[in-house]
DNA sequence: GAAACCCAGATCGTATACAATCTGTGCTAG
DNA sequence: CTAGCACAGATTGTATACGATCTGGGTTTC
């Protein structure tokens, strides 16, 4: 079982895509070990672009290196998580609203695709799988109220949000959002602004009373097993 | 003067916070190359640290990297430049608003002295310094509002403020800003929330007023003389 | 004379080797 | 039996070496 074939990517980039799309839809959890060895064996390179990929990470917040020990997923703490939700509040909704005075048909038509994914993600039991998508719901509004920045910032946010939400989402009520994420597509297609800042604060509110920002959780897996298995 | 002595700096990290700096302070402009070796000569360190830093820079957007051909001096468009101020434009206001809710004696008291040290290097007709402690008052409101956060982002975005001032500041008044530095601290002094998020509001629209984002300009000096000389 | 081509120098990209640091295990002393 | 220490294995940090790619100048050809 060691030496199954290597996933196809040569580059730091690739590498960065492929470890954060598996946080995205917590296949690897905070807190795991990344270990340059590990990593640079998953995907068949050295560990000179390892430690490119793993660095890059950090700076987005999605890893922590500590030196001497490694690079471990990171795990945000109450602080933090209730930080990253304070950005995205101050954030998103003006940037839902500049989206919804652009939006083009074919804007909404991308939209719709993705909330069709989400739902058929949702409909094979691939929780992991819709959180992923729901996340690059958001930043694709950011991209078409053509605010790159804003649109980088909040890749960072919702990557640091799916840590969160691997930390201290209460199970309680199934994932609903793709209900939330229709109204917003409705605002987009009807061009109207107010309502999609209001509908995207509304959102945002929601996902935060959804969270138990008081106590953690630990969870540990093996890497591989996560990225091939 | 080939080998004056190295700059003491052995970590990344540390290179990072010098060619940061040297860019806050306009002795370092937009486009200039970084180029692997010079760096690693400069700063006694092997090209391995070098890139660190200069990824490190990249992904703060301060550096652009373009494959096989090197690492250079970011040099916003007009376009880049607007979202910058945009962002901080949704960011900074409600983070003043925070920290004038929050702001101790000793939060004043040091806010006090960065004005004063503002007003010395403007004395001593040292606009970069001048420039450079400017940026950092507001990472220093953020600071305050205890949000890190939005402290790191602010910082990023005051980075590229300083290329784009670099790049489209029309000269015809002197930064004046210490003026709107000293009734931001005067809202802090008073936990005024509303004043300073109002200040702070038309303090970002001032200084865009102050841009000229037109035109771009072009300079190109040596790195070794912007650090050594 | 101008354009295309080719080659040399320089610069970056990646891999590997070695040094520094940490972790955990087993031993020893109290 | 426990606490402290020391050493071995593992992992990261840094430097260096080599290969790939680009830039610019000089030559050739039309």
Chains 1, 2 share one sequence.
Not at 127 to 134: F, P, V
Not at 145 to 171: K, M, N
Request: proline letters at 3%.
């Amino acid at each position: 079982m060691k030496d199954v074939l290597p996933i196809a990517a040569s580059s730091a980039e690739d590498i960065v895509a492929h470890l954060t799309e598996a946080v995205h839809d917590h296949r690897v959890l905070p807190g795991m070990k990344l270990s340059e060895d590990e990593v640079g064996d998953i995907f068949g390179v050295s560990r000179t672009v390892v430690r490119q990929a793993l660095r890059a990470m950090a700076h987005g917040g999605l890893v922590s290196i500590e030196r001497n020990r490694g690079a471990f997923v990171a795990k945000p703490s109450v602080k933090e998580a209730r930080e990253v939700f304070e950005v995205r509040a101050l954030l998103e909704p003006q940037t839902a609203r500049a989206a919804a005075e652009r939006a083009t048909p074919a804007d909404v038509a991308l939209l719709e695709d993705h909330i069709a994914q989400e739902h058929a993600a949702l409909a094979a039991d691939k929780a992991g799988l819709a959180l992923k998508l729901s996340g690059a719901f958001h930043v694709e509004i950011a991209r078409i109220a053509d605010q790159r920045t804003i649109e980088a910032f909040i890749g960072q946010l919702v990557s640091r949000s799916s840590l969160v939400i691997a930390l201290y989402w209460q199970r309680r009520n199934a994932l609903c959002e793709s209900h939330a994420h229709h109204a917003l597509l409705d605002a987009f297609r009807h061009n109207d602004p107010d309502q999609a800042e209001d509908l995207m604060k509304g959102h945002l509110l929601d996902l935060v009373s959804q969270l138990n920002l008081r106590e953690t959780r630990d969870e540990t897996t093996s890497l591989r097993d996560a990225l091939l298995g």
